[in-house]
């Protein structure tokens, strides 16, 4: 570094002594200053905090509520592929809703956050809803109902008695029992629909061993259908548990008249 400085200085018209001289005090001085600073790495900005993440069935129940909004479900899911709690929930449906046009469950699943989300919904009379919904495992999430009447909101799930089998629909599966839920285009007379409904009660007689009695309750001008159960049944029969479950699913209504369970 020096000979170079020096073979400068010479250049430029310096004696052989003077350039020496001032090749070495020109180091002394870059000795003095010291090395340069070394210019420091540009370190990134630490990463921003991060929301912690929504919780899951939170997540889930929005992205219900946006699938509802936009028209409905549209990925049906197979019940094989069902987890176990989904596929109960899919198959006790099935059971308890009246039969006919309006009635109807089927499952769907819907992608949320990356995890399935796996939904059971429900139609009855194609004027309310019911919408389960599960997560992979197959463990409840959530449940929600609505009708016409009312804005679908979430509730809490209607509970089983514990240590008692569901109620399920008396008129179910009884071949004399299909003209209940059937459709008609006028309404049928109230003495044709007392004829109708005591064939079906020989079916329902014959399932839970006791009888039912069809007729007519008048209150002033209103007239209604009874069906009269005896008042002793034996502990543990299903017959009036699952006759009044039948009633409600259909709205306490049979052929568009009002109907109700008295004891005799």
Not at 79 to 86: D, I, T
Not at 168 to 190: E, I, K, S, Y
Not at 205 to 229: C, D, H, M, T, W
Not at 234 to 255: C, I, T
Request: with cysteine.
């Amino acid at each position: 570094m020096k000979l170079f400085i020096t073979a400068l200085l010479l250049t430029a018209g310096l004696s052989p002594a003077m350039a020496q001289g001032q090749a070495a005090l020109y180091l002394a001085s870059l000795a003095d200053r010291g090395a340069p600073a070394a210019v420091p790495a540009e370190v990134p900005a630490p990463e921003a905090v991060k929301a912690p993440a929504q919780n899951w069935a939170v997540a889930a129940k929005a992205a219900v509520e946006r699938e509802l909004d936009a028209g409905g479900f549209t990925d049906y899911a197979d019940k094989k592929e069902l987890p176990p709690g989904a596929r109960k929930c899919l198959e006790r449906e099935w059971a308890i809703l009246p039969e006919g046009p309006g009635n109807s469950s089927e499952a769907f699943k819907l992608i949320v956050n990356g995890r399935t989300a796996f939904i059971v919904q429900s139609y009855i009379y194609s004027d309310s809803m019911r919408v389960y919904v599960f997560d992979a495992a197959g463990n409840s999430i959530a449940y929600g109902e609505g009708s016409i009447d009312k804005d679908f909101a979430w509730m809490k799930a209607p509970a089983q008695s514990k240590g008692l089998p569901a109620p399920r629909d008396a008129f179910q599966d009884l071949p004399g029992c299909t003209v209940v839920d059937a459709m008609f285009f006028m309404q049928p007379t109230m003495p044709d629909a007392i004829k109708m409904l005591s064939g079906c009660l020989k079916d329902v007689e014959a399932r839970y061993g006791f009888p039912v009695r069809v007729g007519v309750k008048a209150q002033g001008n209103a007239r209604s259908i009874s069906l009269a159960v005896p008042k002793s049944l034996p502990v543990g029969n299903r017959l009036l548990a699952d006759l009044g479950f039948s009633l409600e699913k259909r709205h306490n209504s049979l052929f568009g008249y009002p109907a109700a369970i008295w004891g005799e």
